[in-house]
Nanobody, 122 residues
Framework: QVQLVESGGGLVQAGGSLRLSCAAS????????MGWYRQAPGKQRDVVAR???????NYADSVKGRFTISRDNAKNTVYLQMNSLKSEDTAVYYC????????????????WGQGTQVTVSS
C-alpha cells in the first residue's frame, strides 16, 4: 500500500516562511511527477507547483518567486519552501504524486496526501 504523508504546516505571520515536506512510502516501483496543490475554504483545489523526476519545475503565477519546490528521489520526498507568505496563501496544502506501485507496476496511479493546514495571519 502506498501512502503520502505531509508535514510542516502551521500558523505564520505574513512575510514569514514555512517548509512543507511529503514522503511517499510503501511498495513503490517508481515515482514520476510530484507536486503540491492547495484548497482554500469555498474554493477549488488548484496546483501550486510541480516537479518532474528529472527536476523540471512549474509554478502557479501567484507563487512564482516566493515558493520553491524540490525533491529527493532517494528519499521519495518532495518539499515546498514557502517564503514571503501572504494571507491569500492560507489553505490546506496537498501533496500529489504519480506512482507505479508494486501491486500494479504497469500502471501509473495518482496518489494524494491527507493535507496540511497553512494559515498566514496578516
Amino acid at each position: 500500500q502506498v501512502q503520502l504523508v505531509e508535514s510542516g504546516g502551521g500558523l505564520v505571520q505574513a512575510g514569514g516562511s514555512l517548509r512543507l515536506s511529503c514522503a511517499a512510502s510503501g511498495s513503490i516501483v517508481s515515482i514520476n511527477d510530484m507536486g503540491w496543490y492547495r484548497q482554500a475554504p469555498g474554493k477549488q483545489r488548484d496546483v501550486v507547483a510541480r516537479i518532474t523526476r528529472g527536476g523540471t519545475t512549474n509554478y502557479a503565477d501567484s507563487v512564482k518567486g516566493r515558493f520553491t519546490i524540490s525533491r529527493d528521489n532517494a528519499k521519495n520526498t518532495v518539499y515546498l519552501q514557502m517564503n514571503s507568505l501572504k494571507s491569500e496563501d492560507t489553505a490546506v496544502y496537498y501533496c500529489n504524486a504519480l506512482i507505479r506501485p508494486r501491486s500494479s507496476p504497469l500502471t501509473l496511479s495518482d496518489y494524494w496526501g491527507q493535507g496540511t493546514q497553512v494559515t498566514v495571519s496578516s
